[in-house]
Nanobody
């Protein structure tokens, strides 16, 4: 019954910024670790960023480290992905996901996440 609803995708020029939002309902927000994944046409889904259930721990793919930031807001039951210095290779459908609190706080593996959003398109032009 846990549902995730995304917003914030769109078209942006290289070097620009976007912030994706993922509202979570049907469960207690602080009980779940959250992750962001993306998938470009013809390519496999890849990990982007994750945050622990408490918000104390975050991790990032090397390709986005220093440019993207994941955060959570307990009051709004929402997880965010702030994307700065966007590159054309960031173009993809972005998905948020959630799972019950993990032993090591976060996971980069998509099969550890049973709950998923519908995806939102991010397109970065050159």
């Amino acid at each position: 019954q846990v549902q995730l609803v995304e917003s914030g995708g769109g078209l942006v020029q290289a070097g620009g910024s976007l912030r994706l939002s993922c509202a979570i309902s049907g469960g207690t927000f602080s009980d779940y670790a959250k992750g962001w994944f993306r998938q470009a046409p013809g390519k496999e889904r890849e990990f982007v960023a994750a945050i622990s259930s408490s918000g104390a721990t975050t991790t990032y793919a090397n390709s986005v480290k220093g440019r993207f930031a994941v955060s959570g807001d307990n009051a709004k039951n929402t997880v965010y992905l702030q994307m700065n210095s966007l590159k054309p290779e960031d173009t993809a459908i972005y998905y948020c996901a959630a799972t019950h609190s993990l032993p090591y706080g976060v996971s980069v593996l998509y099969d550890r996440y049973p709950y998923w959003g519908q995806g939102t398109q991010v397109t970065v032009s050159s």
